[in-house]
């Protein structure tokens, strides 16, 4: 059964720095891509970061770029994000997800087929 | 990348059918998913690559995608099925959601 589960959320102040972690199981981490989704309270979902499989390709969301880095340990089956220089708008329920990839019939396939339970990060003085 | 664009909410009696639509200006070029959230829970992926669901999912859900807009079926719909909805797809590298519909069951 795929398992994921996060951890490190919390309060934190304007400007501080909090890390993430999501620890996987169920499945062969080191095979898949992974992503961290957001959401806002009472707000839509936001895709944040996504890391390839090897870790040597990340691409982020225009409003976190230079300010959060995506990083995964294959031999620790663990998936993480280091987020600095926190804004109140940054405060969020944070998911970790596993993501599918395909390039077929010339259209890219990319979803997030689980998800972890969340992480509330509250940034607020 | 562009934006997603979902109705902000949908209503529909039991038994009845339920389309939600996701449109944008490059849709047609790339996959969509769909994902439902319950009140409280984390998203659940029910449609991907435009029309396939996961094992799992009920044979009432469906969905297609034509020029700019996708949309998700719910035929027969059901209670349990009230929930935000979400579409999902990608550009350039860059993951895209759209805002969400309600859907709610009268």
């Known amino acids: 059964e795929v398992q994921l589960v996060e951890s490190g959320g919390g309060l934190v102040q304007p400007g501080g720095s909090l890390r993430l972690s999501c620890a996987a199981s169920?499945?062969?981490?080191?095979?898949?891509?992974m992503s961290w989704v957001r959401q806002a309270p009472g707000k839509g979902l936001e895709w944040v970061a996504n890391?390839?499989?090897?870790?040597?390709?990340?691409s982020y969301v225009d409003s976190v770029r230079g300010r959060f880095t995506i990083s995964k340990d294959n031999a620790k089956n663990s998936l993480f994000l280091q987020m600095n220089s926190l804004r109140p708008e940054d405060t969020a329920v944070f998911y970790c997800?596993?993501?599918?990839?395909?390039?077929?019939?010339?259209?890219?396939?990319?979803?997030?087929?689980?998800w972890g339970q969340g992480t509330l990060v509250t940034v607020s003085s | 990348s562009y934006d997603l664009t979902q109705p902000p909410s949908v209503s529909v009696s039991p038994g009845q059918t339920a389309s939600i639509t996701c449109s944008g200006d490059?849709?047609?070029?790339?996959?969509v998913s769909w994902y439902q959230q319950k009140a409280g829970q984390s998203p659940v992926v029910v449609i991907y690559?435009?029309?396939k669901r996961p094992s799992g999912i009920p044979e009432r859900f469906s969905g297609s995608n034509s020029g700019n807009t996708a949309t998700l079926t719910i035929s027969g719909t059901q209670a349990m099925d009230e929930a935000d909805y979400y579409c999902?797809?990608?550009?350039?590298?860059?993951?895209?959601f759209g805002g969400g519909t309600k859907l709610t069951v009268l």
């Open positions: 997800a596993r993501v599918e990839r395909a390039f077929t019939y010339g259209r890219h396939l990319h979803y997030f087929d689980y």
């Open positions: 169920g499945f062969t981490f080191r095979d898949y891509w």
């Open positions: 890391i390839r499989q090897d870790g040597n390709e990340k």
């Open positions: 490059k849709l047609g070029n790339e996959y």
């Open positions: 690559q435009d029309n």
């Open positions: 999902q797809s990608w550009d350039s590298g860059t993951g895209l």
